[in-house]
């Protein structure tokens, strides 16, 4: 009896024991699954035009940071301007298995097909800053307000040549717009005219070349070199015997092909007064050059706000509700009309750039500007 009821103790001890191993690791199982799947509510494709654009790469980084921060598997991917390795980046990430895409098209019109099969298989799609078209399969846009980036830049132009050329009129002005094939393009250039073309037609701003409208002054993939070297042709067809004295650039790249062009000539020295060049982006460079005199201004779109802008989408599509949108008529893209979210964009000069980028926003610190 003394052996049987050994026995007996010992294998219910024995018992407790593995039911306590089996809670053990069931706790430390739950422990370990939590986070993960915390860390995984679902896989975005976040598909950009290029690395070689200073603003897509700050894009690209905070939408990563900030989607892996609220739980996100995330796949960023460039095309570095090339229009078939987009689809083929789109295709794949659908084939991967993406539960969303976030895309900045090259071309707005070119991804009819791949953005088929996104809605077949019931992935949602937002464009990302730029306006993806003719597609039915586009549900949300995240931007900036585009046309008021052109109204800011023409409005900066204006004052800054009444600033450095007071006594001049009129006022001689070249246009680059950006590239055709950013729908975006269109809107900073409208915008611009709307407050260029009555002074254009009251005579004080004249454009010698006679170069006017996106078809004559649009810069493919908002080329630098593109832009200083049609700056170079203007320059010595146009110029020869009297000063430029503005430059409306759609954005940075273009400010800087043109300063470029303008300094290898002796702008910025001597008599010689730099004209009044506008911009947009706000990269590094720009800023500095806005700190010497040789930029004008440019505009402020703070990407981490559109990342996060983007990143409240998803979460909403993700929790089954509608995304927060305050535009849902400006932006048909000629299938729909898309519903926005437009955030407004800041002007920058010499006056406020400190206030605006180091400031107030912590987006460049003086370190940054100053090395």
Do not use: C
């Not at 409306?248 to 000539?265: P, R, V």
Request: glycine share 10%; net charge negative.
């Amino acid at each position: 009896i003394h052996e049987t009821g050994h026995t007996g103790l010992q294998r219910e001890r024995d018992m407790r024991k593995i039911i306590s191993i089996f809670a053990a690791a069931s706790v430390a199982a739950i422990a370990v699954a939590a986070p993960a799947l915390a860390a995984d509510k679902g896989y975005v494709g976040i598909a950009m035009p290029t690395k070689g654009l200073d603003r897509w790469n700050k894009d690209g980084a905070s939408m990563v940071e900030q989607f892996e921060a609220a739980g996100y598997k995330t796949d960023l991917q460039y095309a570095e301007n090339e229009i078939p390795q987009q689809l083929s980046q789109i295709e794949n990430m659908i084939t991967k298995g993406v539960t969303v895409l976030v895309v900045a098209a090259i071309d707005g019109g070119s991804l009819t097909g791949p953005l088929a099969n996104a809605g077949a298989a019931g992935i949602p799609v937002i464009a990302y800053d730029r306006l993806i078209l003719n597609t039915p399969d586009v549900d949300y846009y995240a931007t900036f307000d585009n046309y008021k980036v052109g109204v800011l830049q023409g409005n900066s132009l204006v004052e800054g040549l009444k600033e450095r050329f007071p006594d001049v009129k009129p006022w001689n002005v070249e246009l680059f717009g950006g590239s055709p094939d950013d729908n975006n393009a269109y809107f900073f250039y409208n915008g611009a005219m709307s407050v260029l073309q009555p002074l254009i037609d009251s005579g004080d701003i004249v454009i010698p070349s006679g170069q006017m409208g996106m078809d004559k002054i649009g810069t493919l993939n908002w080329s630098n070199a593109a832009a200083q070297a049609r700056m170079d042709n203007l320059l010595s067809a146009y110029y020869t015997d009297k000063p430029l004295h503005g430059v409306y650039a759609s954005n940075d790249d273009l400010a800087m092909g043109s300063i470029s062009s303008l300094k290898g000539i002796g702008y910025g020295s001597g008599d010689m007064k730099m004209p009044i060049i506008t911009g947009q982006d706000s990269n590094l460079p720009n800023v500095k050059a806005i700190i010497d005199g040789d930029q004008y201004s440019s505009i402020f779109k703070d990407t981490r706000k559109l990342a996060g802008v983007t990143v409240g989408m998803v979460e909403a599509i993700g929790e089954g509700k509608e995304p927060e949108v305050n535009d849902t008529s400006t932006y048909n893209n000629g299938e729909k009309d898309v519903p926005s979210y437009l955030l407004e964009p800041v002007i920058v000069t010499q006056d406020n750039w400190k206030q605006i980028l180091v400031d107030d926003s912590g987006y460049y610190t003086m370190q940054q500007i100053e090395n």
